[in-house]
């Protein structure tokens, strides 16, 4: 057992020991570890907040009357909003996009309405894809070493990548095991409290959730039996499993997976807390509730850049069409957004990475719930099947798939590394629905069906909540990259946006801080003072923690 001398801004109440052995770090280690890297990114942030009227001995005020613009009219954001018009909130959105209820084609969308209509909660969803000790997601790091027909996730060629690509790729390579470990848990923690946030919100506006297609449970398939051993100890954890089904179990309860258990496709299942639903027609609804409470939406209307103040705090949005200004700010502009956050600390934070998606008929039997497998060593090794209803009234299943690692490049529906990704979705189907995906070639739907979706990602696998102070006496806040669980994640988030904006204090505030975990800066950030500069080799602010533990 070794202890070491704790970094100036330590409490002086954390006591470190740091254990050395073959077993490398253990759970009391974990926790150890996890307890003193959420004090110093407390008190790291604490100067930051206190500058924009936020400390602890300050109770939140009220929105009541308020003026909150918003950026980005994607599921976050949208209830964001709605947090804040029930908080009496006078609120606008801008929207680069047009308005997706007139259905424009989808590639002029952004990734809530542009993919298809189907989203996922579950505790685990926002999954940290870095490397970890867990056996559901192993050596991860090879995956942005290779390219997509390698079995990685490289869409975009090495020669092309800019820059900041490259310093997110190393980022996300650099990650300690033990902070991947402790970021994945408050990750978990973020998405438990969404699942009481949106038990409140079903039951305060039940409205809302009538004829989205939403569907209680979540059942998940495993390729290999270690997999459902890990999946079955992790939702056990977390308070949200339900029951575990051997295979001939799983063909009693879910007989749409007969044959795929048959063929030795499944090894075993487990039924989780969750659910699912059309999200198009969900945020639809959101947006008709919104206007219906007085919030003022404009579409094309992309904001170009941030307006500041001699004193560096913000003052307005640019737009094509003037300056808008506000007493608040909330940005959420998505995996596209980083000219937007030129002057941020999050620049250059947030890439993007694809997400394919099929449609399948949905053939009898029918499943019970949506379902999410995972089938290691494969390209699209992870997919969801969600239960849907066609536009026609008929019933069909949503097939989501990928990942690529697209950067800030643009989409390209031709590459041969995506129609490498889309034949591994058509393979899941095959091999796990072969009846509906027959019919699906038979009746040649399956290839029209295709699309995209570019979801806004983190190095870290965290989201990003940054706050900063605006002219008006109020707050900007800057919520993005929350990776595959921005649904998961949007209740939580919600109330972190609200209780910033009243000047109150939230656990978001400090482990979403956009400098958390990060090791590698592009210079692309605010530059708006000593504070805010990198000032060791590590690059950011006083990274102590990570010099006195080394890097794993």
């Known amino acids: 057992r070794r202890a070491g001398a704790l970094p100036a801004e330590a409490p002086s109440d954390v006591i470190l020991h740091r254990w050395e052995g073959e077993s490398g770090i253990l759970e009391h280690d974990l926790g150890a570890l996890g307890f003193l890297e959420r004090r110093l990114m407390g008190a790291r942030t604490a100067s930051r907040l206190a ?20 950026v980005g009219a994607g599921i976050v954001n949208l209830v964001s909003a709605f947090e804040l018009v029930e908080q009496g909130a006078a609120v606008e959105i801008l929207e680069a996009s047009p308005d997706p209820r007139a259905r424009p084609e989808w590639q002029r969308l952004g990734a809530t309405h542009g993919g298809e209509d189907a989203r996922m909660f579950c505790f685990t969803e926002a999954d940290n894809y870095n490397e970890k000790r867990d056996r559901v997601y192993a050596r991860m790091n090879a995956t942005l070493r290779q390219c997509v027909t390698e079995g990685g996730w490289m869409v975009v060629p090495s020669a092309q990548l800019k820059q900041s690509e490259k310093t997110w790729i190393k980022n996300f390579q650099s990650l300690p095991r033990w902070r991947a470990e402790v970021f994945t848990q408050d990750i978990h923690r973020f998405n438990i409290e969404s699942g009481r946030l949106w038990d409140e919100m079903r039951l305060g506006s039940p409205d809302l959730f009538q004829g989205v297609g939403y569907t209680e449970g979540i059942l998940r398939l495993y390729s290999q039996p270690e997999k459902v051993e890990a999946a079955q100890a992790l939702h056990g954890r977390l308070g949200s499993l339900r029951r575990v089904l051997d295979r001939a179990e799983l063909s009693r309860r879910h007989p749409a997976f007969r044959d795929a258990v048959k063929a030795g496709e499944i090894a075993g299942a487990i039924e989780v807390v969750g659910f ?7 945020a639809a609804k959101l947006l008709t509730h919104l206007e219906n409470r007085g919030a003022r939406i404009r579409w094309n209307h992309p904001v170009i850049a941030l307006e500041r103040s001699v004193d560096g705090s913000v003052s307005g949005l640019r737009t094509r069409h003037g300056v ?12 596209y957004g980083n000219g937007l956050l030129s002057g941020t600390r999050s620049a250059d934070r947030i890439q993007g990475i694809l997400g394919l998606w099929l449609l399948l008929p949905h053939l009898q039997p029918r499943l019970r719930q949506s379902v999410k497998i995972h089938r290691e060593g494969h390209v699209g090794e992870d997919s969801n099947i969600t239960i849907a209803t066609g536009r026609a009234g008929e019933p069909i299943l949503i097939l989501g798939s990928g990942y690529g690692f697209i950067g800030s490049q643009p989409l390209d529906m031709e590459s041969p590394q995506i129609a490498c990704l889309f034949e591994a979705v058509e393979e899941n189907a095959r091999r796990f629905l072969p009846r509906a995906h027959a019919r699906a070639v038979q009746e040649g739907t399956l290839m029209g069906s295709r699309k995209a979706c570019v979801r806004p990602f983190t190095s870290t696998s965290l989201g990003i909540f940054e706050v900063d102070r605006t002219a008006d006496g109020g707050r900007l806040v800057l919520t993005s990259g929350h990776n595959t669980g921005g649904f998961t994640q949007s209740p939580a988030v919600a109330k972190a946006v609200s209780t910033t904006l009243a000047g109150g204090r939230h656990p978001m505030q400090a482990l979403y801080d956009p400098d958390r975990g990060v090791s590698l800066r592009t210079g692309t950030g605010s530059g708006r003072g000593p504070r805010d500069q990198p000032q060791n080799r590590r690059g950011h602010r006083g990274d102590e923690l990570d010099r006195f533990l080394g890097a794993d």
């Not at 699912?276 to 969900?282: A, E, K, S, V």
């Not at 808008?324 to 995996?335: D, E, I, K, N, T």
């Open 51 to 70: 500058d924009c009227g936020i400390s602890p001995n300050t109770s939140p005020g009220s929105l009541a009357g308020t003026r909150v613009t918003l």
């Open 276 to 282: 699912t639903l059309n999200i198009h027609r969900f």
């Open 324 to 335: 808008v200004r506000s007493q608040h700010y909330v940005l959420s502009p998505g995996a």
